[in-house]
């Protein structure tokens, strides 16, 4: 018999308490969850299609611009530093060897035009189309098939060891603090960015500069990516040529007097 002073049924029987479900809290959550996050994306896109590389080529374009603006920058500079210069010798109170020791320091240092003979070689990506041509060889990963950072330092390096009295890549003069970095298949050199195919020219001894390229252990590796996948690789004899001197800044955190 029931203890209820009302019958299972009877239109006087108080109401049942619910029990609590979690699963009705996890969905409600799970709604709200989303419709934030339409909300979200609603407000970032402001009617636009957020699927697309538009902001990537916004970026792209940001960039360029940058190198652009640094290149004028480093043209102004430049300038601003020959007036300097002319300045600062009128009376200077130097003797004649004081000028000279001045002048081989500067030619060292890289801030100076240098003229002799010299060579240019050329990187250049593969087709993107291209396969082994070879035997033996896979086929190439994308990897494969563009210039990397390695490749530029390797072949600077192998001029440095033959002797170079001073190297350009591209459109600038390299010195000691300048660094050869890849992001990508792009060049960033001293603030500017670079596209392949890349140029790399040295002042020194043309049959030094060549040993010494076809000594070195990287190239050699990279010779076979020529040879196999097709990657650019060119070396001329420019004969005379002039070197701009650098005309952008340095940011020297150690120094040392040089001997």
């Known amino acids: 018999m029931s203890n209820s002073a009302y019958p299972p049924g009877s239109e006087s029987s108080p109401v049942r308490r619910r029990r609590f479900r979690p699963v009705r809290v996890l969905t409600a959550g799970v709604f709200a969850l989303a419709g ?9 896109a402001k009617g636009t299609n957020i699927r ?3 902001s990537l080529l916004k970026l792209s374009d940001l960039v360029h611009e940058r190198s652009r603006k640094n290149g004028e920058l480093e043209e102004s500079n430049g300038a601003l530093r020959k007036d300097v210069e002319a300045l600062a010798q009128r009376d200077d109170g130097s003797t004649k060897a004081d000028d000279d020791r001045l002048a081989s320091l500067e030619k060292r240092a890289g801030t100076k035009k240098l003229k002799g003979e010299a060579i240019t070689v050329t990187l250049n990506d593969a087709p993107p189309d291209a396969t082994a041509k070879l035997p033996g060889y896979p086929e190439p990963q994308p990897d494969y098939l563009v210039i990397h950072q390695q490749d530029l330092q390797a072949v600077v390096n192998a001029m440095w060891q033959g002797g170079a009295e001073g190297i350009q890549v591209m459109d600038q003069r390299l010195i000691s603090t300048s660094a050869v970095r890849c992001v990508g298949n792009t060049l960033i050199l001293q603030g500017r960015v ?7 020219t040295a002042v020194g001894d043309p049959g030094k500069l060549r040993k010494a390229l076809t000594a070195s252990p990287a190239i050699q590796n990279y010779m076979v990516y020529v040879n196999v996948y097709g990657l650019g690789w060119k070396v001329e004899d420019n004969g005379p040529v002039t070197l701009p001197g650098y005309s952008g800044t340095v940011d020297l955190h150690y120094a040392k007097p040089v001997e």
């Open 194 to 200: 670079y596209s392949p195919p890349y140029t790399i």
């Open 36 to 44: 934030l996050i339409f909300f979200t994306s609603f407000n970032t």
């Open 52 to 54: 697309t590389d538009a």
